[in-house]
């Protein structure tokens, strides 16, 4: 499976982007895929995550509220709409998906990983 994310960009506080995951090798269907996000020097952190097959979620309590995850089968694409943005969001965006299904919030259950997309939000 290769991850192609994009979507990142400059935003100001308070406002919003939509990151896109789209993969190609194979379908999605069923793995867990997620998003991750890391700062230089510091752990890549769990963000959010979604069970491909019956729409479960999850998310770290640092976004819940503010960003929301979908997937859309026709494109094999996983969206993370983020609102309300903060600097501390500030950080390059992963995306990933486990080689099976079942939700999990670290990173090392995810075996697929696309390169990251930057997203910086200015104060």
């Known amino acids: 499976v290769q991850l192609q994310a994009s979507g990142g960009g400059l935003v100001q506080a308070g406002g919003s982007l939509r990151l896109s995951c789209t993969a190609s090798g194979r379908t999605l269907s069923p793995f867990a895929t997620g998003w991750f996000r890391q700062v230089p020097g510091k752990e890549r952190d769990f963000v959010t995550t979604i069970n491909w097959g019956g729409g479960s979620t999850s998310y770290a309590d640092s976004v819940k509220g503010r960003f929301t995850i979908s997937r859309d089968s026709a494109k094999n694409t996983v969206y993370l709409q983020m609102n309300s943005l903060k600097p501390e969001d500030t950080a390059v965006y992963y995306c990933?998906?486990?080689?099976?299904?079942?939700?999990?919030?670290?990173?090392?259950?995810?075996?697929?990983w696309g390169r990251g997309t930057l997203v910086t939000v200015s104060s």
């Open positions: 990933a998906a486990k080689g099976s299904s079942g939700l999990s919030t670290t990173r090392f259950a995810y075996n697929y």
